[in-house]
């Protein structure tokens, strides 16, 4: 009732909301739940864009894509769609804000899962020895690939695995994503000739597949999503924490940095250089990206119209401050409100232990 009395307040060309409300009524009482309308389903997802408090990118929120794909009904459908969903949010390497919404969940028949925690993801290949060739973060998920078949790429750090999928609690099936599917970006630096020859690249399309899409009640638990990157987003957590790729010592050593004691900053200074190289490098290749004192800037411009909208603008701190720099931006000197609206896209506890490999029922 919430969801469609703010659609049809949002949109007045819709008329009143009483006979929809009564029409949705009507439909639970039959079928245990209901249909949105093609057009509340574009309202409803880009709501939940809108109200993600962990974003720092909604200025552009009513730019997002809609492809509705709730008619698709088999695992092998769902792969094919999540395919075209990376193939079509990309333009001569402009990004476009795009989300695939799968069917819902209906009482005796749940819709598909998206076991990935992003469509595109690099494997991480456990060894004997207790490390990791890859990202520490997709050990779990690659082990349980393998052993659902899964051959295994060439061994590099920067495999991209299989999409796992199923109907419902069913067991996964394994699908390939082809390699024009996926837009990567190789990393070099402006100035040191020698960070090229690390053969480090990233991915350009962060789809987010693993978040449930809610929207007035009804659980879309497959609706992979993607903006663009933030730079820090890859300089700063994916290729520089220590669970992950942990490259900061390594561009430290090759800066000559004195890595002795702290109070040299050398962490500080290598973080900055592989940042640089981030956004160097996917500007080098036309990619989107954007940077953490842009992006900043922009967050505060959406913050603004909405408040003037009327509306209350929910951030989490700990994920609008950029993880450089903080201070230098202006999203960091503020306090946010913290409420939690709907739509939105939240994360199952299920969803966490498929991505992590960890999930079994008994298949």
């Known amino acids: ?34 249909t949105h309308t093609p057009k509340e389903l574009v309202f409803g997802a880009r709501v939940a864009w809108r109200n993600s408090d962990r974003c720092i990118g909604r200025l552009y929120w009513k730019s997002l894509r809609v492809r509705d794909r709730r008619r698709v009904n088999t695992v092998e459908g769902v792969a094919v769609e999540c395919v075209d969903h990376l193939r079509e949010a990309v333009s001569d390497g402009r990004i476009r804000p795009m989300v695939t919404i799968f069917a819902q969940d209906r009482p005796g028949a749940p819709g598909p899962r998206i076991w ?3 469509l595109i993801r690099y494997a991480g290949y456990a060894m004997d020895d207790g490390s990791v060739v890859g990202d520490p973060r997709n050990a779990g998920f690659t082990t349980m690939a393998r052993k659902l078949g899964w051959p ?8 991209v695995l299989p999409l796992a999928i199923s109907m419902g609690d069913g067991p996964p099936v394994l699908s390939t994503i082809p390699g024009d599917a996926v837009l990567e970006v190789p990393l ?11 053969g480090l690249r990233w991915h350009a399309v962060p789809a987010i597949s693993n978040m449930c899409l809610e929207i007035g009640g009804v659980c879309y638990r497959a609706a992979p999503f993607n903006g663009w990157y933030m730079g820090t987003e890859i300089g700063a957590r994916n290729l520089a924490d220590p669970d992950r790729y942990n490259l900061v010592p390594l561009v430290a050593a090759r800066l000559g940095l004195d890595t002795r004691n702290e ?21 080098r290749a036309g990619v989107t990206i954007t940077d953490h004192h842009a992006e900043s800037r922009r967050f505060l411009t959406h ?61």
């Open 1 to 34: 009732e919430e969801f469609l009395t703010l659609f049809h307040e949002e949109n007045p060309e819709a008329g009143p909301v009483r006979p929809r409300l009564r029409e949705v009524r009507a439909e639970i009482a039959a079928t245990g739940t209901y």
């Open 116 to 118: 990935n925690e992003q």
């Open 152 to 159: 295994g790429g060439r061994g590099t750090p920067f495999d």
């Open 188 to 198: 070099s630096h402006p100035a040191y000739p020698w960070f090229e020859r690390l």
């Open 263 to 283: 109070r040299s900053l050398w962490r500080d200074h290598a973080l900055v250089e592989l940042n640089v190289a981030v956004l160097h490098s996917f500007d």
């Open 303 to 363: 913050v603004a119209r909405e408040e003037s909208a009327g509306r209350i603008c929910p951030a989490d701190w700990s994920w609008i401050v950029p993880p450089i720099s903080g201070a230098a931006t202006p999203v960091f000197h503020r306090y946010y409100d913290q409420e939690r609206l709907s739509p939105n896209f939240v994360t199952h506890p299920d969803s966490g232990e498929r991505s992590a490999g960890r999930w079994s029922p008994g298949w």
